[in-house]
């Protein structure tokens, strides 16, 4: 079993693909099911980590644009 840290993500969610369509065809013996599931968990964990990752960076790229937004206005004068 390979670690999953130099896995890109597509390649990691290409071979959880590939782990989900062998163990749905029972083509494997039970040990190797095991042992399916268990690199499955991993590379699943993999890719919600990296998932994640990406959301927050998104979530600050988007808060930095609505601050700088904030930023650039003047204050209304009520007078």
């Known amino acids: ?4 840290e130099n896995l890109s993500f597509e390649e990691a969610l290409k071979e959880l693909e ?4 062998k163990l749905e065809r029972g083509e494997v ?3 190797d099911a095991v042992s399916a599931y268990e690199r499955g968990a991993m590379l699943k964990k993999m ?4 998932l994640d990752e990406a ?3 998104v979530d600050k790229i988007r808060a930095q644009k609505a601050s700088s937004a904030i930023e650039g206005t003047t204050p209304f ?3």
């Open 18 to 21: 590939a782990i989900v369509e």
């Open 1 to 4: 079993m390979t670690s999953t």
């Open 77 to 79: 004068d009520a007078e």
């Open 55 to 57: 959301r927050l960076k």
């Open 47 to 50: 890719c919600q980590d990296r």
């Open 29 to 31: 013996s039970l040990d």
